[in-house]
């Protein structure tokens, strides 16, 4: 997939812009997974804005590819790109948390607002996955399956059943996603419960594996397409991206993994956004 | 009286509802031979899925069917299929999904022993909003059960045992979820059975009756939840006393619950029968039952004890 410059302006400048309403959301409702949900909202905006099948007038258009956030913690990330293709209301964004709210702190199931099913006990996502791949078989529809999973959940039993369970049944049509940030809400996913090496587990299993850099825009589109491409087995995308990417303070740490920035962690993680939004917009690229 | 054991009866009524109804998919875990799910297996291969000794795996892949429009029914048996994947489970139910769990190997198992009896599957299921229990007490039931659910939506949970219950019922027996069944008029002491325990206790009534002197009501309640409250409370009240049974441990079972909305409701002295504090063993089912206090004896004693208090 090739990616014009001015396109991928446009798309980084919407992702900070997803980026600063997460923050609004979470430190609103004083509680919230910051980390997590900066890590993988590159891969969520990417796969609604210009990988999967969807028809942003109807959330429950019946030929529209599935996505399952099996990391329900990255809501946040989910609802802010929801409402950036059109599903929700932005004011609704900041209700998260709330009595009464449809955003609630993990996903729960509403297609209205294109939500597939609820999720946020990790470890069932993959499941669910496959499930939905193998009903879109036996239909004979051309749907595909999206699963995004946290690697930290990689930890879950049930997800390794998913994996062999997918490729057993050739679930060309399930595509999972892994945000590779390396760390999970005690600290590094190594020390906590290794997984390394990981693409080779997932190769065992006898899955495709692609692995993509999280901050390289065309690579994670090329990466989608040589998904898309592949017929015969199910396909894993191993994207190494950043917890808390594009704010200082919150990358690389667990520290903000499930914590809501206080006032002046906010004020300054959105100038730091702001920063990053004026040197796009000066042409400055902020990633090499 | 004529015996079918409750798994075939199932089994044949997978294939039927497989033809008529193009939706079902069928899931097991690696149990089909033991679950008679084979049978839907062999005449409709391309719908049933065998998801391997992976109890949440196979859980997880019903609801990715159940949000695509599919009518998964899932088995295995009961203790693995509820305790394994009862957080699965607990999601289907949170979202609603049309899914059927319809388990074999309840209550005791037999010679597999201790570790594969289902004595707490009951507790497990019945925290659960959303989802219907329910534990039928004869093939004829189990089919109207199971006509029930297919034209149902939502998340239902079946067992059914290891082996054959005598039938009990009409053919033109009508399954009313939720509806007390009185399977025998009495005045005074009111078994309240569910599945093995009806059975139970309407054999037991006729020897009690006459060894004490006393006149006995059978109600079957195989619907576990819901539960129909009044009419519970119509056929309980004009009794002195309630016994509850079940082939289930007695901690947090059906006559939990039937203690929970009598004391509510219509409070009145009760005794329970099922298995207390302990997993079973191996052995013959019958000399399980009868080994661990599911017998006419145990009910009778029960029941003595339930009219000393009556009178006080």
């Not at chain 1, 990981?198 to 994670?220: P, R």
């Not at chain 2, 659910?149 to 998340?155: E, L, T």
């Amino acid at each position: 997939m090739t990616l014009s410059e001015a396109e991928g302006k446009k798309i980084l400048h919407d992702i900070l812009g997803i980026k600063k309403d997460i923050l609004k959301m979470i430190f609103q409702a004083q509680s919230g997974h910051p980390g997590g949900s900066l890590s993988c909202v590159t891969i969520i905006y990417l796969l609604y804005n210009n990988v999967m099948r969807i028809n942003r007038e109807d959330p429950q258009w019946t030929e529209r590819d599935i996505f399952v956030l099996s990391k329900g913690h990255a809501a946040p990330a989910l609802y802010a790109v929801l409402s950036k293709i059109g599903f929700i209301k932005r004011k609704d964004l900041f209700t998260l948390r709330q009595i009464g709210s449809d955003l609630q702190g993990h996903p729960v199931k509403n297609l209205k607002i294109g939500i597939e099913i609820s999720t946020g006990s990790l470890g069932m996502g993959l499941s669910i996955g496959v499930g939905c791949a193998l009903a879109a078989k036996l239909n004979n529809e051309e749907r595909l399956i999206y699963v995004l999973l946290g690697d930290g959940e990689l930890n879950e039993g049930s997800i390794w059943e998913a994996v062999m369970a997918g490729s057993h049944y050739k679930l060309d049509n399930l595509i999972a996603i892994v945000d590779r940030n390396g760390i999970q809400n005690d600290g590094s996913t190594e020390e906590i419960m290794a997984l390394e090496p990981l693409a080779e587990k997932w190769k065992a299993f006898g899955w495709e594996v692609i692995e993509t850099d999280g901050s390289n825009l065309k690579e994670i589109l090329q990466g989608f397409e040589r998904c898309k491409s592949i017929v015969g087995k199910p396909k894993v995308m191993i994207s190494y991206l950043i917890k808390g990417a594009d704010v200082s303070f919150m990358q690389h740490t667990q520290k903000y993994h499930g914590r809501a920035p206080n006032e002046e962690e906010f004020t300054l993680a959105l100038k730091e956004l702001e920063d990053i939004e004026n040197d796009l917009k000066r042409g400055i690229p902020h990633n090499e | 009286m004529s015996e079918q054991d409750l798994r075939d009866t199932f089994g044949e009524f997978l294939v039927k509802i497989g033809h008529s109804n193009n939706n079902v998919v069928v899931l097991d875990s690696d149990l089909s031979s033991s679950t008679r799910t084979y049978k839907f297996a062999k005449e409709y291969p391309d719908r049933f899925f065998n998801m391997g000794i992976a109890e949440q795996n196979m859980l997880g892949t019903a609801l990715g069917f159940a949000i695509s429009g599919k009518v998964p029914v899932v088995s295995g048996f009961s203790i693995f299929t509820s305790g394994r994947a009862w957080e699965f489970i607990r999601l289907a139910c949170h979202d609603n999904l049309n899914i059927k769990i319809i388990t074999t190997h309840s209550g005791f198992v037999g010679g597999d022993g201790s570790t594969h009896n289902a004595l707490e599957d009951l507790s497990l299921m019945c925290s659960l909003p959303n989802l219907k229990i329910l534990n039928p007490s004869d093939n004829i039931e189990l089919i109207k059960m199971l006509e029930y659910i297919f034209d149902a939506k939502g998340p239902f949970y079946i067992r059914l045992p290891r082996g054959s219950f005598p039938k009990i019922h009409n053919e033109d027996y009508k399954f009313l979820i939720g509806k007390p069944d009185v399977v025998k008029e009495g005045d005074d002491i009111c078994l309240v059975g569910t599945g093995y325990g009806t059975i139970l206790a309407l054999d037991s009534a006729p020897y009690i009756e006459k060894k004490l002197g006393i006149s006995i009501k059978v109600v079957n309640l195989s619907s576990v939840k819901p539960i129909n409250i009044s009419a519970l409370i119509k056929e309980i009240s004009n009794t002195k006393g309630v016994v509850a049974l079940e082939e289930h441990n007695i901690y947090c079972g059906f006559g939990s619950i039937l203690a929970r909305i009598i004391s509510e409701y219509f409070p009145m002295p009760m005794k329970f029968i099922g298995i207390e504090e302990s997993f079973g063993q191996s052995g013959n089912r019958e000399k399980l039952l009868n080994f661990y206090g599911l017998n006419k004896e145990k009910i009778m004693e029960k029941i003595k004890h339930l009219l000393i208090s009556v009178r006080k």
